[in-house]
């Protein structure tokens, strides 16, 4: 039933172009380890997981804003959109840069590469530092889960500002291990573990990147634009 | 053992480093093996002193609140240290990569790292037993609001749960990428053993539910930290909205329980009916079938919990078509016996065992999710009943079967089967004995989780803690047998069934490379001619 595979390798190559990578006889041993395809499938699979954890969080929004609709509108006006906005734009060039990043590590431009990554990790600082700006400010006029002001308002606006601190928060963490991600990454082209033929490990960090900001592209709207 | 086994390739490291530090799959697998079954143990001594407690009404050996305590645990430790994890990362790891002619899983460093996160949650858990305000008393399912109000050490324990959650996912993500990219040589989608087709269909479940469940119980801990009040209608939130969001991830989660061990006997019945299994592909789309609806009927754990009736109707039919690709996974299994030359030993015992009593989990199953019965048994024993037969008659059976079945592959040894059969009986024997009275218990009007009951369940609630002890008797002995086989077992030669699937053409123990070549396979899994 079973033969050895030197016997019967180039002959299955031609029958079944469509199999898996180790019936075209491609992938063996050392190039396991380097299965690029393998490498992407998993990554798209984890953030898929990722996005269902936030879908569950939009659920929970979506039914208590139906629910809420008024009191969602007004808490909404008092979110500040330029701030929002901003922070938007800074999360977009930050994917802009990463992309630029591994379009660099691509053509074998080192430096480059490392010089866009530490300006993603930057931008990426930079947004969690407005967030920080966004987040006192509110809890410092009272608004904060569980607090006395919030609880007086009223049902909706407790659930919405409990969303709002929820959401952006385990955004927040994600933005967090983003910049530790990528912080790895850097030091991997550093010592040239990332180069121009092995790069799977940086697309996947950019890959992240992005889901994170894709993230926040819904979060903007859903919490800043409804008022 | 032979020279060349991985047991006598350690890697890097020496010592218990070999093992922990480890990345090659068998290993893995004999870590998540020996680690699950620790803690399984602990749960059935739980659940024997539970028993031990009902078998008279009134205080017998514990009180109230500890006795809360003990189920919860029993729940939790059963659920998320050993069933979920059970087959598929125990079974699955050391097997499936065998079966599909692999050298190792596609990312064998985050294999590693999944045991890592099962143990971290396994010891948060434990360590949530002992501190704070003492064990969780909420039951398995966390249920708001009480979980949230209660002074018990919950917050430390639902953590555990998230670890284990984590872990879980990365097996699935592994396991999916492993069978799509891996496979040997000529095995195609439709020549793959179907426990692999099983493992497939349950990777998807963990890859899509857990992280519903990730979110649910994050939700519970910052409900505990910081009083969102999205479970708490004084704030404006629902806690109908956390049994939905619970459901969402833990009913497909009993589908992570039963596909591996449906996968497992539809390895063991061919080679000891030495015929092909019957309707390969109706089993392969069967499980895809049960991962895919099984992803629909969550609403059936809530039916008296307040649900418009229109959801209600959906998800009780949606629950009936669950039940027929089980209908015809069973109809195939007992197809593939039927004229087939059986050979009846200790994993095809166990295998007829499992069919058997999750048949009536099954179809007891039916009358849980038909509405207007629902009514009646909902929160009695009769649901208790329900899920052991189909957890513990179904998969633990599917489990002691396949451990059977693959343990000299594993361990290069055989064990005592006069003995094994003896630990087959008095299981059997112990399992009905008791849980069977708690169908009846359940019809009567004995609700779950009560520590107190009246005087007219005691017959049967003396029965089943007789058939606790009995239970526990044969446990012990098959577990012994197992265990000293292990050192003093008969060497186990490379295919001792006469199995046709890839795992049987290497030697056991496997070499640390799995084949010596990589195998090219021409055809089906499962082909008999005349035994080896």
Redesign the interface.
């Known amino acids: 039933?079973?033969?050895?595979?030197?016997?019967?390798?180039c002959d299955?190559n031609k029958d079944?172009p469509s199999?898996?990578?180790?019936?075209?006889?491609g992938?063996?041993?050392e190039e396991?380890k380097h299965?690029y395809?393998?490498a992407k499938?998993?990554m798209w699979?984890?953030l898929?997981?990722?996005l269902?954890?936030f879908?569950?969080?939009f659920?929970?929004y979506s039914?208590?804003r139906s629910k809420?609709s008024q009191e969602f509108h007004a808490a909404s006006a008092e979110l500040n959109s330029a701030m929002g906005t901003f922070n938007t734009v800074i999360l977009l060039s930050s994917s802009l840069t990463m992309a630029l990043s591994i379009s660099a590590i691509k053509e074998g431009k080192k430096h480059l590469s490392i010089m866009f990554q530490r300006l993603t990790i930057f931008l990426g600082l930079f947004f969690l530092v407005n967030k920080y700006f966004e987040w006192s400010a509110k809890i410092h006029h009272g608004i904060y889960?569980?607090s006395p002001e919030l609880?007086q308002r009223?049902?909706?606006e407790?659930?919405f500002f409990?969303?709002y601190?929820?959401l952006t928060g385990?955004h927040g963490l994600h933005v967090i291990a983003g910049i530790i991600l990528l912080t790895v990454m850097m030091v991997l082209t550093k010592k040239d573990r990332i180069n121009r033929e092995v790069f799977i490990k940086l697309e996947n960090s950019g890959l992240y990147w992005h889901l994170v900001d894709i993230i926040w592209v819904y979060l903007f709207p859903v919490f800043y634009l409804i008022s | 053992m032979t020279i060349n086994s991985f047991y006598n390739t350690p890697g890097r490291h020496t010592g218990i480093l070999s093992w922990i530090l480890s990345t090659d799959h068998k290993r893995i697998g004999i870590l998540y093996l020996t680690s699950m079954f620790s803690f399984f143990f602990v749960a059935v001594i739980l659940g024997v002193l539970m028993r031990l407690e009902l078998i008279a009404p009134g205080r017998t050996i514990m009180s109230a609140t500890t006795y809360n305590a003990v189920f919860t645990v029993h729940g939790v430790i059963m659920i998320f240290l050993f069933i979920i994890p059970g087959i598929p990362a125990g079974l699955g790891n050391f097997i499936m990569p065998l079966q599909i002619g692999a050298r190792d899983v596609a990312f064998p460093r985050i294999n590693l790292m999944s045991w890592w996160f099962y143990i971290s949650g396994a010891l948060v858990i434990l360590v949530s037993l002992f501190t704070g305000g003492g064990a969780p008393d909420t039951g398995w399912t966390f249920y708001v609001p009480y979980s949230i109000m209660t002074g018990t050490n919950v917050t430390l324990a639902v953590f555990g749960v998230f670890l284990l959650g984590i872990s879980s996912t990365l097996t699935g993500i592994n396991f999916v990428t492993t069978i799509h990219r891996l496979r040997a040589p000529g095995m195609k989608w439709f020549r793959m053993p179907l426990f692999v087709w099983s493992l497939y269909a349950t990777g998807w479940v963990q890859i899509l539910a857990t992280p519903v469940l990730a979110l649910t119980l994050l939700l519970l801990i910052a409900e505990r930290l910081f009083g969102f009040g999205f479970f708490d209608p004084s704030k404006g939130g629902d806690p109908l909205m956390f049994e939905h969001l619970f459901w969402i991830y833990s009913h497909p989660a009993v589908y992570i329980m039963i596909l591996p061990a449906m996968g497992a006997v539809t390895e063991i019945i061919p080679v000891f009916a030495r015929r092909t299994i019957f309707g390969y592909k109706a089993i392969a789309f069967s499980s895809l079938a049960i991962a895919g609806a099984g992803y629909l009927v969550w609403g059936h754990h809530m039916f008296t919990s307040g649900m418009s009736d229109m959801a209600r109707m959906v998800f009780s039919f949606l629950t009936f078509i669950v039940a027929i690709p089980s209908g015809i996974k069973v109809f195939n299994w007992v197809a593939s016996l039927y004229k087939g030359s059986i050979e009846l030993v200790s994993p095809l015992l166990f295998t007829i065992t499992f069919i058997f009593l999750f048949s009536i989990g099954g179809l007891t199953g039916l009358i849980n999710g038909a509405l207007a019965t629902n009514v009646f048994v909902h929160g009695t024993y009769f649901i208790v009943a329900h899920f052991h037969y189909t957890m513990f008659g179904g998969t633990a059976f599917a489990f002691f079967a396949a451990l059977h079945f693959w343990f000299p592959k594993i361990t290069g040894r055989m064990y005592r089967e006069s003995l094994a059969i003896k630990a087959w009986i008095i299981l059997f024997i112990g399992f009905n004995v008791l849980y069977f009275p708690m169908f009846i218990l359940g019809l009567e009007g004995m609700p779950r989780r009560y520590y107190d009951y009246l005087p007219r369940f005691q017959p049967e609630q003396f029965i089943s803690t007789v058939g606790s002890w009995i239970l526990a008797a044969g446990l012990a002995i098959m577990f012994y047998n197992l265990i000293s086989s292990i050192f003093r077992g008969e060497k186990a030669p490379g295919n001792p069934w006469g199995g046709s699937t890839l795992e049987w053409t290497t030697s056991s123990p496997p070499p640390h490379e799995n084949f010596e070549d990589l195998p090219v396979v021409t055809g089906g899994p499962y082909r008999f001619g005349k035994k080896e």
């Not at chain 1, 039933?1 to 390798?9: A, D, E, H, L």
């Not at chain 1, 199999?19 to 006889?25: F, V």
């Open positions: 039933m079973f033969m050895t595979r030197q016997v019967i390798k299955e079944h199999e898996s990578p180790l019936a075209k006889g992938i063996t041993g396991e299965d395809q393998g499938m998993g699979m984890f898929f997981t990722e269902l954890l879908t569950g969080l659920l929970l039914t208590f809420y889960p569980n609880l009223g049902k909706g407790t659930i409990g969303l601190y929820l385990i």
